[in-house]
């Protein structure tokens, strides 16, 4: 059987994310042989790559794609381009929005989009919140869900966006 994989996602941009690294380091899971990791870095400095995994800086929108849909669970900033894969594919997803205090990106648009999109399917970590222990058989499970895609356009999601903002 193969190992449910988690997927991180840091984004594309020049910033480091630091602060992601460091929490999902720490996890136990990080270092256990019973899961597999792929994880998108970006411009942030892997340190120590997990136990069983990938680290890779950059990947095709296409391998994006096939590294959600085989994810059991995804871990991401909170990028609309990357909110906008995993809404496609239905997954459950560990939002972790980068902000500027934290020199993680250069304004707070990303809080902006967490403060909207927070629920059980989405769940979204704020800056100040302990990042939650990775359940195993949470992950088992969600590993064992095969959803199809869903057509979602960038235009669709930014109205919602945009309405939620306004009311």
Request: proline share 5%; hydrophobic share 40%; aromatic share 8%.
């Amino acid at each position: 059987m193969e190992k449910p994989l988690i997927l991180v996602t840091m984004g594309t941009n020049d910033y480091p994310f630091t602060r992601l690294y460091n929490c999902i380091a720490a996890d136990p899971l990080y270092s256990s042989s019973e899961v597999e990791w792929f994880i998108q870095c970006g411009s942030c400095d892997v340190a120590m790559p997990p136990l069983n995994g990938t680290v890779s800086e950059l990947v095709s929108r296409r391998q994006m794609d096939e590294l959600i849909q085989r994810a059991a669970l995804v871990i991401s900033h909170c990028g609309i381009g990357s909110l906008n894969q995993v809404l496609q594919f239905q997954k459950r997803t560990m939002l972790v929005p980068r902000v500027e205090r934290f020199g993680e990106f250069s304004d707070d648009h990303q809080l902006q989009i967490a403060n909207e999109i927070n629920n059980s399917r989405l769940l979204v970590v704020f800056p100040d919140d302990p990042f939650p222990a990775l359940d195993l058989l949470q992950i088992k499970s969600d590993a064992m869900i095969t959803c199809e895609r869903v057509d979602i356009v960038n235009y669709d999601v930014a109205e919602i966006v945009k309405r939620k903002l306004a009311s």
